[in-house]
């Protein structure tokens, strides 16, 4: 996607270039340049932000869906209570400009930075291997790809207030949802009305596990992508 790792990386205001309609448009984009009728998305986080927009603005386009820990609007002001300040601190960080300078400033900082996070936010602390976070390193320290991650928050924050052009607010494609269970930055608990906004969803608990659903629990995750995308069970 736009602004992260090896993409490109528009030298656009976060509001102009790194909303969620601007994702959208770079996934339809997609989908025509490959020529497909229609695709199925599997997302994670902030990447389901975007398929969400997509799938609300191009439903015609959308077979299934796959989330991890969806962001959805019925979670509402629970993003930011004050007992989610130790980790909703981040996305408020995220909109300093000297934030990418900060992180930046050497491969030491930007490695101690994304560290806390692979941590932090596994089930397992200890989940990721050197190898595996030399290649995050890597790819968030090509150029300008700090802001382009970064720039996404800011878009969030700079159109919050604005209007929704798309008057339903439900995606009705069939779609499988996983929650983890010990997910610190995506509570479980705000699983609750996530089915209100995806009616045609099935949602499921991932027990000991973490943010990262699809490095924790790989073989649990591939089997139930190729059971619902495919129909056929996982080998």
């Excluded at 509001?15 to 996934?27: H, L, M, P, V």
């Excluded at 993003?79 to 909109?95: C, G, L, V």
């Excluded at 720039?151 to 499988?176: E, G, M, Q, S």
Aim: hydrophobic letters at 40%.
């Amino acid at each position: 996607m736009r602004g992260f790792a090896y993409t490109d990386k528009p030298d656009l205001p976060p509001e102009e270039g790194y909303t969620d309609e601007a994702f959208a448009e770079d996934i339809r984009a997609l989908v025509a340049h490959l020529g497909f009728d229609k695709v199925s998305i599997v997302s994670h986080d902030f990447g389901s932000v975007w398929t969400r927009r997509f799938a609300r603005a191009y439903p015609q386009l959308l077979d299934k869906l796959v989330l991890f820990q969806p962001v959805h609007p019925g979670i509402g002001p629970r993003f930011f209570t004050p007992d989610r300040f130790s980790e909703a601190w981040y996305m408020f960080f995220h909109q300093l400009p000297l934030a990418e300078e900060l992180v930046g400033s050497s491969r030491q900082t930007t490695e101690a930075y994304l560290r806390h996070f692979l941590s932090h936010w596994s089930n397992d602390r200890a989940l990721w291997t050197d190898e595996e976070v030399a290649r995050y390193v890597e790819a968030f320290s090509q150029p300008g790809a700090l802001r382009g991650g970064f720039n996404c928050y800011r878009a969030i924050f700079r159109t919050l207030r604005w209007p929704d052009p798309i008057a339903d607010p439900k995606v009705h494609a069939p779609a499988l949802i996983l929650w983890a269970e010990n997910d610190p930055v995506f509570p479980h608990a705000w699983s609750d009305n996530v089915l209100d906004f995806y009616p045609n969803a099935e949602l499921r608990s991932v027990p000991q596990c973490g943010h990262f659903v699809f490095r924790e629990k790989p073989e649990m995750v591939n089997q139930a992508i190729a059971e619902f995308l495919l129909g056929v069970e996982a080998r």
